[in-house]
């Protein structure tokens, strides 16, 4: 067999074979369900009921949702330019990190601290990309598997800090950081609803993003050089400068991701503050098709599922660990439709 | 099967051959025989389908209709296995050798079957040692490939064809990467294979070429055979006739009004790049209103010479003057600053984001200046504009400026990189291949809009490896070999055999 | 400086570098296997979580050690058919489908993990692979000592490097793998099949990453914890290109990194581990990782098509 490209593809193409990956997925998830020897159909309305069924499920699924938008599009700006960072995880833990520091140690006021620690968090962030990106750009070294290391490392480094300097005195000998004053923490969007202001700053960064991509010539520098970098170098792009920016856009990204968490809903830093947000946020990026309003679509959608097939496992005998198998099919199924749009199978 | 009358038997029979991509038809009911011991040119334009057409032969491709017979028997289609085992062999224009291999493992390579033990080399060299010997093809057995020349690697081909027992051999363009001497020892080759009885297709758009080696031309245009003569009975000027399809009218430059030197290297070496040649010692003065061509065999230090006026590389001795100041911060974005227009050799690789629309691919020089930025922030209005004067100005056919630049054909992305460049009024002007694999109505174009450029005062370097060219468009004429450049030769004052000579690294002061 | 010599000496330190190298050993074999083909396999890291829990989950439900060892193995190709067809014949971009396969084995694996044994708190633990009986070898001191303290898996990783240096270099299949990846068309125009030979190379090499994997849960662990593959995948990578995607050089460079490995370890208990907290000595092997990339970056001996999809009949 071979691929021979489509000129135009047909609408029913186009939209068919997305939503044929999706049913795809549902399929997949129903075998499981059934192994788990449980009703698909009851599986499914419990993860929608969890996900979306009351007032609660949602904020729960909104709250999970703010740190998916952060490190999808962290993932999405990167892949752009074809910068395989899949290092979003460390680069939350170091926002996360630099939040905690500052909003701790320095005495700030609330209304200082929280500009500070933002800020402090997208800088921090930017510079742990930065040493792998550098090492791609001088050394032609792999950054997929740097940025894959650093988080081990990170981890690691966050595990000390909080069994050493960093350790809560109060804090009955738990590995976690002492927590931040009130006034150094996001208020609730609306008083009384468990929604931070973190949200909110997704979505902003979400459509800065997204003008940044279509409307500057930044986009398009991280267009070009993730495109065909070689016509771009020769265009006068300074391919390797781009890419810095862009490590720095996208790790700043990722590490806000640590910083909402921890300023807008734990309040101090722990060992297991992310559960693989950083991962999940290439997932995220992948199904909205690195589109930065589309990755506030997809994360919302991500964090239903999630949210979901927790509450559902806490009822029913299915693991909740289908939904990790249900995104990570999904993004395969996805990306082959998605192919598939724009070749068709041929024989010979 | 085998008769002992030879030529008159047929070893190859190609009936009805259609193969279309997409809206493009690249072979349209083609048909022809090959007999024992002859060697066919099958000669055309870039793009009329030859390539096509052996890949269907050869079963890279699937032909759409039409049948392929050897030796009386019908090849199934698709499989290059199914071709080798026939006894037919391709030396392919772009060389299909791994270069992490040696020579022997290259020719040894899918010969036995996977699953076989061992490689059995001892009597492998013995038998490529003798090939080497009967067809005139030395190669060492454990060199690696990485590591040969280009003439090496094609005697590596021509061996991975004969090892097989390869009675029938495909050529594809071989002499496109040789010098003239090293061509004549190809030749050479394939009369000693003739003279076996092997038969020889040979593909080709250089026309003396075809004349000393073929017995039989086949001429393809557009997709169609429109021609077959023996080559007794025909000349070059005919031939070229069939293959184009009319009186060939090249553009013939006015006398030139050569200006003030615009740029100028003196004593300019760069780094050789991996396999490619660095400059040597490169002299070289670009003057306003004059074209300066540059001849040579592909390989020779012309990729070096772009690189360096491009931006993309700088000279790592000797000087480097542009309007008389020295260069000192050499980029691409640096070149384009000072006035040089650059058409890159790979318009799909390098000139061109082929994911990126129309609007996008005409401001990739200019999208960081006014007016079509301001501060970082892009004006898409502009951009349109000057996409859309560009299509216009230079006859750009196009569904509009937001298409991708992908579905445009070779010569309508070649006008708008052309539109691209001379819209920015350059003083000097790059031109390396700008008309390679181009229909000869848009080769008219880009040539006639160089010598334009040319009469307007700017100063046009003309890269090509086709000596044809250069000779028709230069006002004079510099050949490279190995990374060093010959005198300048004034229009008319060297005949092709003398460049020729020149070409081959004859004449040079340092000459080894 | 004294207590590292007395570790240097130790037969025990050199039993734990030839098992911690054993899972790396056949990981970065697949690896390898995978790269010269020209297929970046980035699932590695979740082949080699499914292949530890089957190989255990098979021991677990009675089906022997060697059969486990077997299931593992199968396990891994099947994950690594699903790669390989994502990547090969439709040729999508091995770091997405790469991603894609360690999120889905990994998930996979704990789903069944959780299914089969729902009330469980702490895993089962299995009867491992015991050391093999050599007579005469465990009284050579220090190295006789430390190989006769390994198991048959480890001695099956050695061969596996053995056989895949043989087949790689001496054997038409080697040959044709080679070219595959430096450039499939010299492979396509000699007759064979580029997309047999790379998706072969993929399902073979997963093949071993699960074998891999399953050395922790059958070897050295005996029994199977979520998180226990711990980024070893992405350490074997690093070491493919540490070995320039040589096998030779590969066995050294993870022999190497598990010297390392088991001499932070052994520090660890030392007087320097009274000093320098326990995560910097867990740090090493992934910093090491980095530094073995940044040693190795000027040499470029990479594949070339490494990670370049081919597609018959492109023009």
Redesign the interface.
């Known amino acids: 067999?071979?691929?021979?490209p489509i000129a135009a593809p047909t609408p029913a193409r186009r939209l068919g074979l997305p939503a044929l990956a999706l049913a795809a997925t549902v399929v997949l998830a129903s075998g499981?369900s059934m192994?788990?020897g449980a009703d698909p159909l009851a599986t499914f309305g419990q993860i929608l009921q969890g996900a979306a069924g009351s007032k609660f499920a949602l904020l729960e699924t909104l709250n999970r949702a703010t740190p998916l938008i952060f490190t999808g599009l962290a993932v999405a700006v990167a892949f752009r330019a074809k910068l395989?960072n899949?290092g979003a995880e460390a680069q939350l833990y170091a926002g996360a990190l630099v939040t905690v520091v500052i909003g701790t140690q320095t005495g700030l006021p609330g209304p200082l601290a929280i500009p500070a620690m933002a800020l402090a968090a997208v800088v921090a962030g930017g510079l742990v990309l930065l040493g792998p990106v550098l090492?791609k750009v001088r050394?032609?070294?792999?950054e997929?598997?740097?940025t894959?290391?650093?988080?081990?490392?990170m981890a690691?480094?966050i595990?000390?800090l909080l069994?050493?300097p960093l350790k809560d005195p109060m804090g009955m000998g738990w590995p976690k950081s002492p927590a931040l004053p009130r006034d150094a923490r996001l208020p609730r969007i609306v008083e009384g609803l468990r929604l931070h202001w973190g949200f909110v700053l997704a979505l902003i960064c979400a459509l800065g993003v997204w003008v940044m991509q279509t409307r500057t010539t930044l986009g398009y520098e991280i267009r070009a050089t993730g495109l065909n970098p070689q016509a771009a170098r020769f265009a006068g792009i300074p391919v390797g400068r781009v890419l810095v920016k862009t490590a720095l856009i996208s790790g700043g990204l990722a590490a806000l991701a640590g910083f909402s968490e921890v300023a807008g809903l734990k309040g101090n830093l722990t060992a297991d503050l992310s559960p693989g947000f950083g991962?999940t946020g290439?997932?995220v990026a992948?199904l909205a098709l690195l589109h930065p309003l589309g990755v506030v679509v997809s994360a919302l959608f991500v964090a239903g599922i999630f949210v979901g097939a927790d509450s559902m496992s806490r009822a029913a005998?299915v693991?909740s660990?289908?939904a990790?198998?249900l995104?990570?099919?999904a993004?395969?199924f996805m990306?082959?439709a998605i192919?598939l749009t724009r070749v068709r199978v041929v024989r010979? | 099967m085998t008769h002992e009358d030879g030529a008159q038997d047929t070893v190859l029979r190609l009936t009805g051959i259609t193969k279309r991509?997409g809206a493009l038809t690249a072979n349209d009911d083609i048909s022809f025989g090959l007999a024992r011991g002859e060697v066919v040119a099958l000669l055309g334009e870039n793009g009329a389908g030859k390539t096509t057409l052996m890949?269907i032969l050869?079963g890279?491709?699937?032909a759409d209709a039409g049948t392929v017979e050897v030796f009386g028997r019908a090849l199934p289609p698709?499989?290059?296995?199914?071709?080798?085992?026939a006894g037919v062999g391709?030396v392919?224009q772009?060389f299909?050798?791994?270069?992490?291999?040696t020579v022997l493992?290259?020719i040894?390579?899918?010969?036995?079957?996977?699953?076989?033990?061992?490689?059995g080399r001892a009597a492998a060299r013995q038998r490529v040692a003798q090939l080497s010997r009967d067809f005139g093809l030395a190669v060492h057995p454990d060199a690696r490939v990485g590591a040969l020349s280009v003439g090496e690697r094609q005697r590596v081909e021509i061996l991975?064809a004969l090892y097989r027992d390869a009675r029938i051999l495909i050529l594809d363009e071989p002499t496109a990467v040789l010098t003239p001497q090293e061509t004549e020892a190809l030749f050479e080759t394939l009369r000693r294979a003739v003279a076996q009885g092997l038969s020889v297709i040979f593909i080709s758009h250089k026309l003396h070429e075809v004349t000393a080696i073929s017995s039989r031309v086949l001429v393809l245009r557009h997709g169609r055979l429109v021609g077959e003569v023996a080559t007794a009975r025909t000349d070059r000027h005919r031939l070229a006739e069939m293959m184009v399809g009319a009186e060939i009218s090249a553009p013939a430059p006015s006398v030139a009004r050569p200006g003030a030197v615009l740029l100028e290297l003196d004593g300019v070496e760069t780094e050789a790049q991996g396999n490619a040649t660095g400059l040597r010692g490169v002299n070289l003065a670009l003057r306003a209103g004059q074209i300066t061509g540059l001849a040579g065999v592909s390989g020779n230090g012309q990729g070096a010479l772009a690189d360096l006026l491009s931006g993309l590389a700088a000279p790592s001795a000797g000087r480097m003057t542009l309007g008389g100041a020295e260069v000192a911060d050499w980029s691409p974005r640096a070149a384009v600053a000072a006035g040089i227009g650059r058409i890159p050799e790979d318009r799909h690789r390098t000139g061109t984001i082929a994911d990126f629309t129309l609007t996008e691919n005409a401001v990739l020089e200019s999208y960081a200046r006014q007016p079509v930025s301001r501060r970082g922030w892009m004006d898409r209005a502009e951009a349109r504009r000057r996409a859309e004067a560009i299509i216009a100005a230079y006859d750009v056919r196009c569904p509009g400026p937001e298409t991708r630049i992908r579905l445009l054909s070779g010569g309508n992305m070649q006008k708008l990189i052309l539109g691209r460049v001379l819209e920015a009024a350059p003083s000097i002007i790059l031109a390396n291949q700008p008309v390679r694999g181009l229909d000869i109505g848009a080769v008219t174009y880009v040539q006639e809009r160089l010598i334009a450029a040319r009469d307007a005062g700017a100063a046009v370097l003309l890269i090509s490896e086709d000596l044809d060219e250069v000779l028709a468009l230069s006002d004079e004429i510099r050949v490279i070999s190995e990374g060093r450049l010959s005198p300048a030769f004034p229009r008319g004052s060297r005949s092709p055999a003398e460049l020729g000579q020149w070409m081959a690294g004859h004449g040079f002061d340092d000459a080894a | 400086m004294t207590e590292i010599v007395e570790i240097l000496l130790s037969a025990s330190f050199w039993a734990a570098v030839l098992r911690i190298a054993s899972p790396l050993i056949f990981a970065t074999m697949g690896e390898l296997i995978c790269e010269r083909a020209g297929v970046l396999n980035?699932g590695i890291e979740g082949i080699m979580v499914m292949g530890a829990f089957a190989g255990w989950m098979a021991v677990y439900a009675g089906l022997g050690l060697w059969p486990g060892v077997l299931f593992a193995l199968l396990a891994g190709m099947a994950f690594g058919a699903?790669h390989a067809v994502?990547t090969v014949?439709?040729?999508?971009?091995q770091?997405?489908?790469g991603?894609?396969?360690t999120?889905?084995a990994?998930?996979?694996t704990?789903?069944a993990y959780?299914?089969s044994l729902?009330e469980v708190t702490s895993p089962p633990r299995i009867e491992p692979f015991q050391p093999l009986e050599w007579p005469l070898l465990e009284r050579i001191p220090v190295v006789g000592e430390a190989l006769a303290a390994q198991t048959a898996l480890t001695w099956l990783a050695f061969a596996v490097v053995v056989v895949v240096a043989l087949v790689l270099y001496?054997?038409?299949?080697g040959?044709?793998l080679?070219?595959a990846g430096?450039?499939p068309?010299?492979?396509?125009?000699?007759?064979?099949s580029v997309?047999a030979i790379r998706m072969g190379a993929v399902i073979a090499g997963s093949g071993l990453m699960a074998v891999g994997g399953a050395f922790l849960t059958m070897s050295a662990f005996s029994s199977f914890f979520f998180e226990m593959v711990?980024?070893r995948g992405?350490?074997c990578?690093?070491l493919v290109?540490f070995g320039a995607w040589k096998p030779g050089k590969a066995l050294l460079g993870a022999l190497l990194f598990a010297g390392f490995d088991a001499l932070q370890i052994r520090l660890q208990q030392t007087g320097l581990g009274q000093i320098v907290?326990y995560?910097?000595f867990?740090?090493i092997p992934?910093?090491l990782?980095?530094l073995a990339?940044?040693l190795m970056?000027?040499r470029?001996e990479v594949?070339?098509a490494l990670m370049t999809p081919f597609?018959?009949?492109?023009?």
């Open positions: 067999m071979r691929l021979e499981l192994l788990a395989w899949i090492l050394l032609g070294v792999d997929v598997v740097t894959l290391l650093l988080n081990f490392i690691l480094f595990s000390y069994e050493g991962y290439i997932i992948m005998e693991p660990y289908i990790d198998i995104l990570a099919a993004l395969l990306v082959l192919l010979g | 991509f890949n050869f890279h491709y699937t698709g499989q290059p296995g199914a071709a080798l085992a391709m392919h772009h299909t050798l791994a270069d992490n291999l493992e290259n040894l390579l899918g010969t036995r079957p996977l699953w076989a033990p061992g490689l991975k | 980035l699903v994502l014949p439709f040729g999508l971009s770091h997405v489908v991603l894609g396969i999120l889905l990994t998930s996979s704990y789903y959780r299914l729902p001496r054997t038409p299949l040959l044709a080679r070219a430096e450039n068309q010299a492979v396509e125009s000699q007759g064979l997309t711990n980024g992405w350490i990578i690093a290109v907290p995560q910097v867990l740090m992934y910093v990782s980095i990339l940044v970056s000027r470029a594949p070339a597609n018959r009949g492109d023009r």
